[in-house]
């Protein structure tokens, strides 16, 4: 069967692929363009490794075709830091050892950032629920919560006493 | 393998003639949320999808003369950052909102919650309590109707073939107007709901219900109105006796089924329980009475 023509922007950059419909956006981000950090922990919507903002906004690329993608402007986790410099939402994950397998990370992280851009001051219920859609079996959660309340805080030129 | 076609239409009339002309399954496209996990788990093998999300008017939300109309496909972000919606309909907003996680808030619609047609699908006890039309289009035109008449059993709809649902219409909102839903789950969040409840209710100056629609959800095959519950609130204020038959009337109108998710006995007293819950909320917000989100 043919394969669909699509032209989008990923992180910034103009990305033309060629997919089938079945394909979901995470299966055209990890297996036609190559930006593996996007993960597939269920496929179903349920746990969030594969969050990804499109046109501002936050989306599971497991529930997303990639034929959807035309015109539309993607960031994944391979576009949020600078060059080799860290994101500082990634660098006090790391400083707060807010991950153990690391495997919700890029998912944490996308997801973090789409909440910080729509909401810098949010109350840590704030973060709880806007996060609950992101899974993570290691951590236990609490150091992802400070992590997130600690990089706002910074984001906003405060910092946590 | 497979020969599973994509079309994004940009009007009605061309999305119309792909769904008509399709000989096999086709299937309209909004946020994906259920379409694609039904067809990863191989539960649905459509062989056209139909994205109708480049229609114009299909997202959005927009005021005519005085009544809200939303966009079919309208992701629930959408809907619950639009402060008119909040005012006017929070019961409606309320429930959509409790769909699934931020993520899937960023595509998920009031379309693909009704279409889905599951008896437990949150938004549309809502939908049915704030007596909401569908504007539905098709090859023979358009008509109007309201979205009770849309779910007929699990999975089903009363929608042909070559039809889909192009908007949603509110009707005008008069003073002294509110609404409220609940949900009964074990947790707080990313969970299917036990029971639901949506009721919307006028009142006149001395706080007398005028107006009343009361829905319930995951009590039955499909989202239930309950017209001998609306029948008690209307001509009372809402006093213990009126809550008390309220009670009665809604676990009478339940035809739950036993499973993991409760039993028939349990389905069946939580919603007497919720119908009152919901119906105080949604009194005090019409006597203007702020008591943020119902949940
Ligand atoms: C992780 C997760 C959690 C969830 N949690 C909840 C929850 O708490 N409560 C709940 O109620 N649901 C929940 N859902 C289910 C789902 O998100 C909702 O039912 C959602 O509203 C579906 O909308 P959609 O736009 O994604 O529909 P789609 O998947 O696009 O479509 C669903 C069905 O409706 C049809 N359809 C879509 N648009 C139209 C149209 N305009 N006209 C006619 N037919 C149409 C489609 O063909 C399909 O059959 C959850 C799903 C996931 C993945
Ligand atoms: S892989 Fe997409 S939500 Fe789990
Ligand atoms: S660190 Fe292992 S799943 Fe979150």
Redesign the pocket.
Known sequence: MAKTYVSATINGESAEFLCETQQTLLDVLRDVIGLTGSKEGCG???CGACSVIVDDRLV?SC?MLGVEAEGKSITTIEGIANGDTLHPIQQKFLEYAALQCGFCTPGLIVATKALLDENPNPTETEARYWLA?NLCRCTGYDKVIRAVMDVAADMRGETVA | MTSLSYAAPTSVDDAVKLLAGSAGLA????????????MRSGR?KPELIVD?KKIPG?IGIREENGAFIIG??T??AVVEAHAGLNAAWPGLVEA?D????T??QG????????????P?????PALFAAGATAI?VGSKGRREVPVEQIPTGPGR?S?AKD????EFKLPVRPARSSDAYL?FIPRTE????VVGCGISVTLDANGVCTAARVSLGAVAPTVLLVQEAADVLIGHTLDADTLAKLDAVAQAACKPITDKRGTIEYRTKIAGVLARRVAAIAFDRANGIKNGKAH
Do not use: H, W, Y
Request: aromatic share 2%; net charge negative.
């Open positions: 179903s919507g349920d599971c529930l859609g | 299937k309209v496209l909004s946020g994906g949320t259920d379409l694609l996990v039904q649905l109708t299909i079919a496909g992701p629930g959509l409790l769909i699934g996680s993520q899937v595509r998920c619609s009031l379309a693909g919650n009704l279409c889905n047609a599951s437990a699908a949150d938004s549309v539905i709809t929608l039809e889909f649902i192009l949900r990313m969970d299917i709901a």
